[in-house]
């Protein structure tokens, strides 16, 4: 079974500075892929970001990185710059390739970011 | 906006009844899944329908089932409701299934049983 462990309850981080989310995953699968979901107060998931386990580099897309170690089994979250828009719940989730494509998800972190 | 679309947004019902959510994917998307975030259970997967036909089941009640109509939009049924049941439901899209695809969610129902 495919675990996520995401231990922050939550962090503060100033704005403009740099903020960096920590999640480390387990599975026996050697084929899976690592997702981030930002969920803001109003309630929607959105997705940020997704790094594939044979991916030689780490993904980013925007202000968001993945610093992504997968003899650790981790899959951090990078945010660059942060905004007051930030401020929100973050998921990680992952999926593995054989059998269902559920996403299991951790249990979250809440960022929030201050003037 | 994701183009997931979920209806209603909001829903107040009693214990015992029955309640429909539905869901349109996002335009060429063939994969439907269903999760469940509360409290105590955080997010949790559902269902998954792919092209009309279910392709995996998660941690679903007997009371609850679901469907993937030919026009691919969704519907989760939740009957005998509980006041446990009281959760966010959300619905998600894919291209279609593979560990690559991407899952764009809709904005939710929040069911809330007195």
């Known amino acids: 079974a495919q675990k996520i462990t995401q231990t922050q309850p939550g962090m503060f981080v100033q704005e403009k500075e740099a903020v960096t989310l920590d999640c480390t995953y387990d599975?026996?699968?050697?084929?899976?892929?690592l997702f981030w979901y930002k969920q803001p107060s109003s309630g929607e998931m959105i997705f940020l970001i997704y790094q594939g386990s044979y991916d030689e580099q780490n993904a980013t897309e925007g202000r968001y990185s993945l610093n992504f170690q997968k003899a650790r089994k981790s899959a951090n979250l990078v945010i660059s710059a942060s905004q007051l828009g930030d401020s929100a719940m973050y998921f990680c989730?992952?999926?593995?390739?054989?059998?269902?494509?559920?996403?299991?998800f951790g249990k979250g972190m809440k960022l929030t970011v201050n003037p | 906006d994701s183009g997931v679309t979920q209806t209603p947004k909001h829903l107040i019902t009693a214990t015992g009844q029955r309640v429909t959510l539905r869901c349109s994917p996002r335009s060429g998307d063939l994969s439907v899944y269903w999760y469940q975030q509360s409290l105590d259970q955080g997010l949790q997967f559902l269902i998954q329908?792919?092209?009309?036909?279910?392709?995996a089941k998660g941690n679903i009640l007997e009371r609850f089932s679901a469907q993937q109509f030919p026009d691919l939009h969704s519907e989760l049924n939740l009957s005998s409701l509980e006041l446990g049941d009281s959760a966010l439901y959300f619905c998600a899209s894919s291209v279609g299934p593979g560990a690559k695809e991407t899952q764009y969610f809709g904005p939710g129902t929040r069911l809330l049983v007195l």
């Open positions: 599975t026996s699968d050697q084929s899976y892929g």
């Open positions: 329908y792919y092209n009309g036909e279910e392709r």
């Open positions: 989730a992952i999926r593995i390739t054989s059998g269902s494509e559920k996403l299991v």
